[in-house]
């Protein structure tokens, strides 16, 4: 099994900066992809950023030259660097990776934006 747990979440102005991390231990299973997404109140869950193994990255159009997905071999970490964050972006936002064992989920982490 694998375990996800991120961090970084909170509260910040419009215009600010977040940095979320995710953290990943337990059976390292070979790696197709990993990621996240979010979701808003009220909305169904989508997809912000993926990383595949050979690590290339997509992003969601809404958050493109906003968002940047990075990956930490080392340390099994996966962090998102948002910066220009407006309120639509609030919402909890979970990490993921994709391996040989199956689909992991973190537990989520909440981001407000709001002045």
Request: charged share 15%; net charge negative.
């Amino acid at each position: 099994q694998v375990q996800l747990t991120e961090s970084g979440g909170g509260l910040v102005q419009p215009g600010g900066s977040l940095t979320l991390s995710c953290a990943a231990s337990g059976t390292m299973f070979t790696i197709y992809g990993l990621g996240w997404y979010r979701q808003a109140p009220g909305k169904q869950r989508e997809l912000v950023a993926i990383m595949f193994s050979g690590g290339n990255a997509n992003y969601a159009d809404s958050v493109k030259d906003r968002f940047t997905i990075s990956r930490d071999i080392d340390r099994n970490t996966v962090s998102l660097q948002m910066d220009s964050l407006n309120p639509e972006d609030t919402g909890v936002y979970y990490c993921y990776e994709d391996r040989s064992g199956g689909l992991y989920w973190g537990q989520g982490t909440q981001v407000t934006v709001s002045s």
